[in-house]
């Protein structure tokens, strides 16, 4: 009786040793936290997503972040989103990047997901003005 209770608990802390290292071995180099202050973190709601012309990743998304303008991202998420699926959604982004041009159009952010299977976007856990720091 004693092997059918300790091996199921030897497996299971196998398996999250084997997870943990895994995991310490994909970690970016440190950073000082000086470093990580200049990230400009902010939430905004997607008003509009379309698939860019041309392109079988890109989604264009246009931004409010509460300012008097919206600002377009480019994502490389149509592979696991239809873009209707986006509008309306609030989220998490990196609004401070240097704009990036894609496809001809210019990219001035980057939206913040888990990757994995399918990547999920990280969103606050109830509505919060647009414009909102992330702390």
Request: cysteine-free.
């Amino acid at each position: 009786m004693g092997d059918r209770i300790v091996q199921p608990i030897v497996a299971l802390l196998a398996s999250f040793i084997s997870v943990n290292i895994s995991f310490m071995e994909n970690v970016k180099p440190e950073i000082e936290i000086d470093d990580l202050y200049k990230i400009d973190v902010r939430i905004g709601t997607i008003k509009h997503a379309e698939a860019v012309p041309n392109s079988k990743k890109l989604i264009k998304l246009d931004v409010d972040y509460g300012d008097a303008e919206t600002r377009q991202i480019l994502t490389g998420m149509l592979e696991y989103y239809d873009p209707a699926e986006l509008t309306g959604m609030q989220t998490t982004f990196i609004v401070n990047l240097k704009p990036r041009k894609m496809m001809g159009l210019e990219s001035h952010g980057m939206i913040f997901a888990a990757d994995g299977e399918k990547p999920v976007f990280l969103k606050p856990g109830g509505q919060v003005e647009n414009g909102s720091n992330v702390i």
